[in-house]
């Protein structure tokens, strides 16, 4: 335990840290002491406390004071404006578009990565505000696995089938013998964790997991599992994970070695998908000769990989890109088809997984660390879009769509309200975006910096960060809940998202609803009280609020047996019947077969833009935005830390030498990569491990508008705004197509490096 002279705690999403505070200001960071990989992306928080990028004071755009309809959003000026008047002005405009569009015409969008801390969670709030003032316009599922939670449901049977559920580590180091990571385990997502994280464990996963099993890193990419582990490559063209898999699983059902007693006992609908790949419904057979034909990989590998499978203990594990992907629906149902014919569900150390690799803790033991911040609200108008269509809710009003099972209309909206977030990163094909944030009427937005988002707002709030107000955080699979302190004053005149929306909701008479008497302290008592009852309940002893509080942290105890996905319905699939139409594990789906373009099996189904592409005539590189190795999506973009790994200001584009000479790009060459969206500026970087055809460009750069291109390096001025599919409408910024050129004049200064014009008050 610490000692009463410890160093205040706090967290962020890259993990806990320890603070020095000298002169009302954060000196250095210092990693949380029991942390045994922490992240360095906390060393950025000393500078980017004071950025000159910080929003200090309520400013309102000039162009909206003047009446243009949204004309100059993202290239005009602002004017500063006193607390009390803006809050008006905002309330009046809520309350003006409940009037003539009623509550449907209100959009609250966010995120969940603007806070670690559960109190201040700002979708959380931005969600219980707008309830309270009568509903709203809300997003569902998310960039990140948005289509497999759309989609997962309906043949599992369970809503937790990605992320936190998966197997833990301990029985993939004592009984994996194959562990196939399809899309990889890359170091760099397991620096964070949405709510706070005590412990970095990926060495310690990446040792155990290589110490008996034979690990395979199914990517375009070779550093998609670091070098230092014994790991083999096997290069796999970018959407084609699906060919594969399919491949396998008829190898090992052709070659009579697979578990047909499983399928019978625990699936349903087997005997048609296995039909589909023997070739017997098209005429096709998904042969290793028909997979390498999409994938790229031998017809020999192929088959030897599948005849070393049966017989052994094989996790068939995927990491969430390949779901973001047109049809990325099918590599998630095609890996589960491939661990039912191996028969390996259910137990220690087999079967399938979604998430290793894709956000730290994934594997960790199940700690249970109860959590909670504000309780939610009921939204009174029942109406949620998928958070990836967005962009098409705003631009076609009273459009019909199909998403998940049924025919949805987008809502007409007149005012947006963000809050912990930025599309602006996250979305496809930002020139479509920003014309879509031209058409409502007003955008307000809470935010702490001067992102993309905010320059497209109306009305900029300026909120807080992190260790400007005191939170708890954490993660169920990590032991340690955290304290996190206020360290220092808030920046210029920069307000707790609680206390914006508690006055907003003061004005709209609404204030007891959102508060419900309650201040922030009060909340934060009764956040602790509700995880204290939890932890009693399950026999667990915590300490005082004081004692968390000087200490801070809370370790929790060694839960008792590791976590296995479906143990129990393996071992009674009668009494842990899943919740599928079936009862079991669906190979064959009813529901998803009657969607459009869909057979209700797992099928290959061409992605459209990829290197098999008629396409790549004009655009011959199939484009892959990782995320990146500095930052957390394009948060602190501008601090030194994450300038460290740029070059000339600009992200690096990973390409194989091949490619680039062919091109007569040079090594650390400017180039422009473009496509028929947009196009975007960045530096050329060799790596021998990039499949040829391929190219690798992080997200995370800060968009800078210039007519279609981008002066930045922001890889989403590429990518299609289009859904995976009418099912799971998730993010398919996978499936891009470009091609590359060599900049032929200076790179231009970004405008993003520095905040935009801002008019004192009363100018």
Partial sequence: MPSKTALPLSASHWGAFRAEVKNGAVARVLPFEHDPRPSRMNEAWPEMLNSPLRVLRPVVRKGWLEGDGGAARGEDSYVEMDWERVLDLTAAEIARVRTFAGNQGLFAGSYGWSSAGRLHHARTLVRRFFASVGGFVDQETNYSYGAAMAFLPRVLG??????????????????????????????????????????????TFMRDATSRARMINISPYRKDVEDAFAVEWLAIRPNTDAALMMALTRIIVAENRHDQSFLDRYTSGAERYLAYLSGSTDGVEKSAEWASAITGIEADTIRDLALSLPGKRVMVAANWSLQRARHGEQPFWAAIGLAAVLGQIGLPGGGFAFGYGSS????????????????????????????????????????????????????????????????????????????AFRRPETIVVNESYWTATARHADIVLPATVTLERDDIGGASRDRYLLAMHKLVEPAGEARNDYRIFTDLAARLGVEDVFTEGRSEADWLGWAFETITDRLRRRGITPPSFEEFWQTGYFEMPEPGEPHVMFEGYRQDPAEARVDTPSGKIELFSDSVAAEPGQPGHPVWLDPEEWLGSAKTSVFPLHLLSPQPDRKLHGQ????????????????????????????????????????????????????????????????????DPDGRSDRNSNPNVLTRDVGTSELGQGCAAQSCLVEIERLDRPLPELRVSRPPVIHPAGN
């Fill in 636 to 703: 602190m973009d501008f601090s030194s830390y994450s300038r460290g790994g740029k070059i000339r200001e600009r992200e690096c584009v990973r390409l194989n030498p091949d490619d680039a000479n062919a091109r007569g790009v040079e090594d650390g060459a400017d180039v422009r990569i473009f496509n028929d969206r947009g196009s975007c500026l960045a530096v050329a970087k060799y790596d021998a491990g990039v499949l040829a055809g391929v190219a690798l460009l992080p997200t995370g750069a800060t968009y």
């Fill in 360 to 435: 730290n803790a994934m594997g960790n033991p199940p700690y249970g660390t109860p959590l909670t911040g504000l309780p939610s609200l009921p939204n009174p108008t029942g109406i949620a879009i998928p958070v990836a269509r967005v962009a098409d809710m705003l631009l076609n009003p009273g459009a019909t769509y199909r998403y998940a099972g049924g025919t949805h209309t987008y809502p007409d909206i007149r005012l947006v309200y963000w809050a912990g977030g930025n599309p602006f990163h996250h979305h496809q094909d930002l020139n479509r975006l920003r014309a």
């Fill in 158 to 203: 369970v809503n937790d089938g990605v992320g936190a559920s998966v197997t833990s580590l301990s029985t993939i180091r004592d009984h994996c013998d194959v562990f196939l990571a399809f899309g990889g385990i890359p170091a760099k997502n397991w620096e964070i964790q949405s709510g706070g994280i005590g412990e970095h464990r990926f060495d």
